[in-house]
Nanobody, 120 residues
């Protein structure tokens, strides 16, 4: 069973910055895509950003230019640097790690979620 440990959420003023991190425990399976999703009250969970093992990145349009995803493959860790935050970024942020199993099936694991609140 893979465990994802997140850290870095909190309360920040509009225009401020936060950095989230997420570390995945070791697994016999191959870790492929890592990413961050968020869910605001009354809304569906949405993709914020994802990154492949080779460093290819994908961002939601609403965060392009403000948020940056990165990963350290040696540490099985993914980061989300969040700048120029606004109240619309308020949500619970979830780390996602996708693994490829021996049978070729992909399996997703999720972190417990970390609250990010942007408010004056």
């Amino acid at each position: 069973q893979v465990q994802l440990v997140e850290s870095g959420g909190g309360l920040v003023q509009p225009g401020g910055s936060l950095r989230l991190s997420c570390t995945a425990s070791r697994s016999a399976f191959t870790l492929i895509t890592m990413g961050w999703y968020r869910q605001a009250p009354g809304k569906e969970r949405e993709l914020v950003a994802s990154i492949s093992p080779g460093g290819s990145k994908n961002y939601a349009d609403s965060v392009k230019g403000r948020l940056a995803i990165s990963r350290d493959n040696a540490k099985n860790t993914v980061y989300l640097q969040m700048n120029s935050l606004n109240p619309e970024d308020t949500a619970v942020y979830y780390c996602n790690a996708r693994y490829s199993t021996l049978g070729g099936r992909n399996v997703d694991y999720w972190g417990q979620g970390t609250q990010v609140t942007v408010s004056a």
